[in-house]
């Protein structure tokens, strides 16, 4: 089993649709965790840090459930620029800095 | 003032050549990475170094060789390259806090002929 999955997609959701990508971990142990976004042929960046508790930054959305392992990003209000791949990214445990990246989920906003 | 910069951007080379990808930061980061991202949009942890030090060296064929002169630059030395080499590698770093960004190079697209 993966560290982190995520189903691939693509996504093809119209402008102004409500969006929500989910995954799941293994490591029961993990520390932290975030969603990057990553654009065609370009880096990864921090889109936003997932907390226990849940937390909303603009139209996104970040949800952790650690019972059962998976966090979850929603995207209100899609807009054009939000076509992009999505990461979700795990701290493995303390012992091991290393961010692990799943594969990413690619969204296409269309018009 | 780019806070990440990897150099070359495009690589393209044959079979058994040797050669090397540069990294940079500029952000005064403790840690610093190479990932691997191949055609299946796949990123993989390759070696980090933490003030020059290596302290992750996943399983990595030992034709690569990471070298830290600094904490400011990590190189990637790649010897006898092989078809599947071909990736795009991305140089990152970060604080030695729990705050867990990652900074990446905009990567480094090597294609193996």
């Known amino acids: 089993r993966k560290e982190v999955e995520q189903d691939p997609g693509p996504f093809n959701v119209p402008e102004g649709a409500t969006v929500a990508f989910n995954c799941t971990y293994s490591n029961s142990a993990s520390q932290s965790f975030f969603w990057y976004r990553q654009d065609c042929r370009k880096e990864p960046k921090l889109l936003m840090s997932?907390?226990?508790s849940g937390n909303e930054d603009g139209r996104f959305t970040a949800q952790l459930n650690r019972a059962s392992q998976y966090i979850s990003l929603l995207i209100r209000d899609s807009k054009l620029s939000d076509s992009a791949t999505y990461l979700c990214?795990?701290?493995?445990?303390?012992?091991?800095?290393?961010?692990?990246f799943g594969s990413g989920t690619r969204l296409q906003v269309q018009p | 003032d780019t806070a990440v910069s990897q150099t070359p951007k495009y690589l393209v080379t044959q079979m058994g050549n040797d050669k090397s990808i540069k990294c940079e930061q500029n952000?005064?980061?403790?840690?610093m990475y190479w990932y691997k991202q191949d055609s299946k949009k796949f990123l993989k942890i390759m070696f980090s170094?933490?003030?020059?030090?290596?302290?992750i060296n996943e399983t990595v064929p030992n034709r690569f060789s990471p070298k830290s002169p600094d904490k400011a630059h990590l190189n990637l030395h790649i010897n006898s390259l092989e078809l599947g080499d071909s990736a795009v590698y991305f140089c990152?770093?970060?604080?030695?806090?729990?705050?867990?960004?990652?900074?990446f190079g905009e990567g480094s697209r090597l294609t193996v002929l």
């Open positions: 170094y933490n003030n020059k030090e290596l302290i």
């Open positions: 952000l005064g980061h403790d840690t």
């Open positions: 997932v907390y226990s």
């Open positions: 990214v795990v701290t493995p445990d303390t012992g091991r800095r290393a961010l692990t």
């Open positions: 990152a770093s970060t604080t030695s806090g729990p705050s867990g960004e990652l900074f």
